[in-house]
């Protein structure tokens, strides 16, 4: 179990970071997702034990540790990784020499891990022969080159195209198959952060927040939709209709910014029509409004202040929610 | 414009005849340069990597005094360095003063802040995600300074053939404690100031190619040795 307890990091006497406890439990995957800035790399830097916290202790196995020793059990993986000097090989065997494997192991290891990560072309490259998706994908098989007890990844995919996302994705879920692999992710993509979904955890402004993101929701996709891909869903006392070819256990997010809010329901395109009571009006960022509201389930919507005040919202007054079936992500 | 071309022609034909004198005065001046440099370097680069990369108390002022003494006068390193080592002084029963090893003492004292300096600013230099991979990798403190010295290798590799050519082209200290003896301690600018005086217009110009040469011998030994490296 890796932990922060306690922790209050600054910079330049600044609060980045005011975390009374998070934790990685042994073999889980976390995800943390936030906005840009809200302090997700830095939170990963300590738990990695790259970074000390100005105040609080980073825990593993519930011993508070720093330095080289401990740091042995836990990689991590930044967002706009960089390859040490020398061939692709090079860096893959870099953490194994530095653990003193023997050369056979190192080299069944290296070879292993390029295998599962499609990078064994790349093994006689240098760094400045490689696009920024490669050097990310490098970077993940150099840290799962070492096995470390817990793997630390910032915005992994964030230089990938799809493919190759879905090639590391898939390499991280067969390492979590064959051994007891504890992921924490940082993403500000909640696709991103689903796909480890065992625990997910909202960071904005250096706190870790008590709700979990909006409009997300775990469903059970039919197999067969009413007309072609579209898919209408129980949620609550609420159907939601999807556009969606996938089946079974998933889970549906609704952006609040693709929520068109209204007084009374209008005719449109949208599948989705929902009529409620506004429940909160929270001013969010300066010019926006975020609208909860109860419409069989709870909703979250944001509109320009502006609009909340054309339309008259006020906490306990009507609103209806419409969104199209396109607009529900499902992951 | 005679002058300077009589001047350069004795100065050829006393590099071309093998002089021993001058070739003498070349050879302590290349000893004392690379002992003195080899001392600065091994004591400064490793001080420059703590002051760029470890957090401690005084840091800051730490690298004030390095980059100050950047500014040291070299005559009034060799007039301190004098004090300590003159029969009357705290160091005198080590007979240093007048020898070639005092020179070495006073350059590696001038040598030393450039050193640490440089090479601060050198592995500051250097992308901090190095570190920190390597760091998250597993390398201890030895193994991860490396690694981020080969990453600041065309910076460190320059921080080098400064602290030589300083060593090389200071004349303030080298007089001082060295006293310019014929033979003994006299090197390449204390011999160029010497003839100078004296109006050996040729003898001191063909020391100072000299000079120049050997500063151009120890750049050029330094790229090939870069240019074996690559990313």
């Not at chain 1, 990695?48 to 593993?60: F, I, K, N, S, W």
């Amino acid at each position: 179990m890796l932990e922060l307890v306690g922790v209050r990091h600054r910079y330049d006497g600044r609060v980045v970071l005011d975390i009374e406890r998070f934790a990685v439990p042994p073999g889980a995957g976390v995800a943390i997702v936030g906005p840009n800035g809200s302090g997700k790399s830095t939170l990963l830097r300590l738990l990695a034990l790259l970074e000390r916290p100005t105040e609080g202790e980073v825990r593993l196995e519930g011993v508070a540790v720093a330095g080289a020793a401990a740091r042995r059990r836990i990689t991590l993986v930044e967002q706009r990784p960089v390859l040490l000097r020398g061939t692709v090989r090079e860096n893959l065997e870099f953490g194994l020499q530095v653990r003193g494997l023997r050369r056979t192991e190192v080299n069944r290891r290296v070879e292993n891990v390029a295998a599962r990560l499609g990078i064994t072309p790349l093994l006689r490259r240098r760094r400045h022969e490689l696009s920024d998706g490669e050097v990310q994908r490098v970077a993940v098989a150099r840290a799962l080159a070492v096995e470390p007890d817990v793997l630390l990844l910032d915005e992994p995919a964030s230089s990938a195209d799809r493919a190759a996302a879905q090639t590391l994705y898939r390499a991280l879920a067969e390492e979590r198959a064959r051994r007891p692999l504890a992921v924490c992710l940082a993403s500000h993509q909640l696709e991103d952060a689903y796909r480890w979904a065992d625990d997910v955890r909202a960071l904005a402004e250096g706190r870790l927040s008590p709700v979990t993101p909006e409009n997300l929701f775990r469903v059970e996709l039919p197999a067969t939709g009413s007309g072609g891909d579209l898919k209408h869903v129980c949620v609550g006392t609420i159907e939601i209709a999807a556009t969606t070819d996938k089946t079974g256990p998933a889970i549906l997010a609704v952006p609040p910014t693709d929520i068109f809010v209204s007084r009374e329901p209008l005719a449109s395109s949208a599948r989705n029509v929902f009529t409620g009571r506004v429940t909160r009006l929270t001013h969010q960022r300066p010019g926006t409004v975020q609208v909860t509201a109860d419409v069989g389930v709870e909703l979250v919507a944001v509109v320009t202040e502006e609009a909340a005040r054309d339309l008259g919202l006020t906490p306990g007054g009507p609103v209806v929610f419409s969104f199209k079936a396109s607009a529900v992500r499902v992951f | 414009m005679d002058f300077l071309g009589e001047g350069l022609r004795r100065a050829v034909a006393l590099l071309l005849s093998g002089d021993v004198e001058v070739y003498g005065i070349a050879l302590l001046t290349l000893k004392i340069g690379l002992i003195a440099t080899v001392f600065a370097c091994g004591l400064g680069i490793p001080v420059g990597f703590v002051l760029a990369t470890r957090p401690f108390w005084g840091r800051r002022a730490a690298l004030t005094v390095v980059n100050t003494a950047l500014a040291f006068p070299t005559v009034v390193v060799g007039l301190l360095l004098y004090g300590l080592l003159s029969r009357r002084g705290p160091l005198g029963g080590v007979e240093w003063l007048y020898t070639w090893q005092a020179i070495v003492v006073g350059d590696v004292v001038l040598a030393f802040p450039i050193a640490a300096a440089l090479a601060a600013a050198a592995v500051q230099g250097v992308d901090p995600r190095i570190r920190r991979t390597a760091e998250t990798l597993g390398a201890g403190r030895w193994r991860t300074a490396w690694t981020v010295a080969r990453e600041a290798r065309f910076a460190l590799a320059a921080v080098i053939t400064t602290a030589f050519g300083h060593v090389v082209a200071e004349i303030g200290s080298a007089m001082t404690v060295g006293g310019n003896i014929r033979g003994q301690t006299r090197t390449l600018t204390t011999a160029v100031a010497l003839y100078t005086s004296q109006g050996d217009f040729g003898l001191a110009l063909a020391l100072g190619l000299i000079l120049l040469l050997l500063a151009l011998l120890v750049n050029v030994a330094l790229q090939a040795l870069q240019g074996r490296g690559h990313a």
